[in-house]
Structures are given as C-alpha cells and as structure tokens.
C-alpha cells in the first residue's frame, strides 16, 4: 500500500532525514520518499505491520506535525 502524509515543519536535510529515519524504524515500512519543497511524506508499506496511526506518532515524536 501508499500513503502520503501532509507533514509541516520539515525544512532542511535533517528534517528530511529524521522524518525518514522514524519511518523506516517501523516494521512494514517498505519504502520513503520525503519532499521537501510540498511538505509531502510518501509512503509504502505493508498495512498487516504498521498503521497511519503508527506511522503519525512515529513523525509527530521528531518533533513534525501530520496533518492529513
């Protein structure tokens, strides 16, 4: 499955990088791609391991706020 999260407060290359590192953390996230410039996370992963609710928290305890 893909998801896109809508996440603010992202604006440099460790923003980038720590949003993808919590990602990446979670079992079942396959794949992450952060774009900077549209404040856009997208996502793959396997929705039988991780949740939009998981992968939220994970983003909002760096420090991020999800909003969709």
Known sequence: ???TLDVRGMTCGHCEKAVKGAL???EGVQ?????LDSNRVDV?????YVSKEQMKSAIE???YDVVA
């Open 44 to 48: 793959t992963y396997d929705d039988v």
């Open 24 to 26: 990446e953390e979670l």
């Open 1 to 3: 499955m893909q998801i």
């Open 31 to 35: 794949g992450v791609e952060v774009h």
């Open 61 to 63: 305890e760096q420090g």
